[in-house]
């Protein structure tokens, strides 16, 4: 079993950039594809990014592609979501994912949140006009 911690979400102003972290504990993330979503007031949650467990294979919402990217690795069991170029549109709590996938190829990911087995609590970002 994982536990995963968002953080980095804030307000920003439209064109601003954050850096959401996710950090797991309880087990190595090398055998989880992971992904972010994310939930507006009113809304169903939503696919944002997510990555291969060998952190090899990414995948985008079309609305991010190109100003978000999703990492890996570069701190021991934590996964990074750049969101570059925002909008008020992005504003949402966004949430980290894991998806259990020892079993499965290292390029596969998902982009269903129904595939995901453990999510974090949320992070805030709230992005202003």
């Known amino acids: 079993q994982v536990q995963l911690v968002e953080s980095g979400g804030g307000l920003v102003q439209a064109g601003g950039s954050l850096r959401l972290s996710c950090a797991a504990s309880?087990?190595?993330?090398?055998?989880?594809?992971m992904g972010w979503f994310r939930q507006a007031p009113g809304k169903e949650r939503e696919f944002v990014a997510a990555?291969?467990?060998?952190?090899?294979?990414?995948s985008y919402a079309g609305s991010v592609k190109g100003r978000f990217t999703i990492s890996s690795g570069e701190v021991k069991n934590t996964v990074s979501l750049q969101m570059n170029s925002l909008s008020p549109e992005d504003t949402a709590v966004y949430y980290c994912?894991?998806?259990?996938?020892?079993?499965?190829?290292?390029?596969?990911?998902?982009?269903?949140?129904?595939?995901?087995?453990?999510w974090g609590q949320g992070t805030q970002v709230t992005v202003s006009s």
């Open positions: 990555i291969s467990r060998s952190g090899a294979v990414t």
């Open positions: 994912a894991a998806d259990r996938a020892d079993y499965r190829s290292g390029s596969y990911y998902s982009t269903s949140r129904r595939e995901y087995d453990y």
């Open positions: 309880g087990s190595t993330l090398s055998t989880y594809a």
